[in-house]
């Protein structure tokens, strides 16, 4: 049988926890990593949508991107929901681990799969370039840069971008034009990685969320902007994760959390 601790061995593989940020509190969270592992659950976050979904599929492992601490805990208490839940885990011998900024550098992490579904397989060239590679490993690093097989209208992107994501999506141009080269960045763009953008010649932007200052920055720059909410740019990953650890431990039951799409298109 297959135990936690094995399973969080294999995300390191995969997606090596040394390569996450400083900041980052990734990792396991909670519980028992030498348990033998029933099923789990893989998702977004650490909710109360995957912990019932664990109850119901008899999983003793949830498996997230985000991190479910951030800061230090100084009580754990039934009245605050984030602790209450903690506590509901332990109860049940639920564990928990996180793969956040480890898995976003990743070679075939939550940028890739964020290309993947974003764009349809044969309208870009193979092996996206990566757009910030890590200092000491330049063959990961953060987000990536698609060069099209053709040019297309923003606005072509635009329908089929909105529809592979199911979401809702925020420009910074009502002007068309043809767009070459895309960069992807999954999650929260970082300001700072605007003059990158420009180095490297993007005529577009995809991103989970933005800031009203960096969405001008990128329009004054002739940058355009797709932002498609920070959920639906990540939660792209979950499939991907699913069928890797599916694939290494087949006599395991994995469940996908499909978790909140507040920015899913109204006619759905």
């Known amino acids: ?109 939550v940028a890739t799969a964020f290309v993947e579904t974003a764009l349809t397989k044969d309208s870009y060239l193979k092996n996206p370039e990566i757009l910030i590679p890590l200092e000491d490993k330049a063959e990961v690093g953060h987000g990536r840069i698609v060069t099209l097989n053709q040019e297309q209208l923003l606005s072509k992107l635009l329908v089929q971008v909105e529809h592979n994501l199911s979401s809702r999506i925020q420009v910074n141009t009502d002007q068309d034009r043809d767009v070459k080269r895309i960069a992807f960045t999954p999650g929260a763009f970082e300001e700072s990685w605007i003059p990158e953008l420009k180095k490297q010649n993007i005529d577009l932007l995809i991103t989970g969320e933005i800031k009203h200052h960096a969405t001008v920055m990128l329009h004054e720059r002739s940058i355009a902007l797709f932002a498609a909410g920070h959920g639906a740019s990540e939660q792209t990953v979950i499939p991907l994760l699913k069928h890797k650890l599916a694939e290494e431990f087949s006599e395991i039951y994995f469940v996908e959390n499909p978790g909140i799409n507040y920015n899913r298109l109204r006619s759905e």
């Open 1 to 109: 049988m297959t135990t936690h601790r094995e399973i969080y061995n294999y995300l390191n593989k995969i997606a090596p926890y040394e390569d996450a940020e400083d900041w980052d509190p990734t990792g396991p969270t909670l519980g028992w990593l030498d348990d033998q592992t029933t099923a789990a659950v893989i998702s977004l976050d650490l909710t109360s949508q995957a912990y019932e979904l664990a109850l119901k599929n008899k999983c003793n492992l949830i498996i997230t991107h985000h991190p479910f601490i951030f800061s230090p805990i100084n009580q754990l208490i039934t009245d605050d929901f984030e602790q209450g839940l903690l506590l509901k885990l332990a109860e049940k011998r639920i564990s928990s681990i996180s793969c956040h900024t480890n898995l976003d550098a990743a070679i075939e992490g």
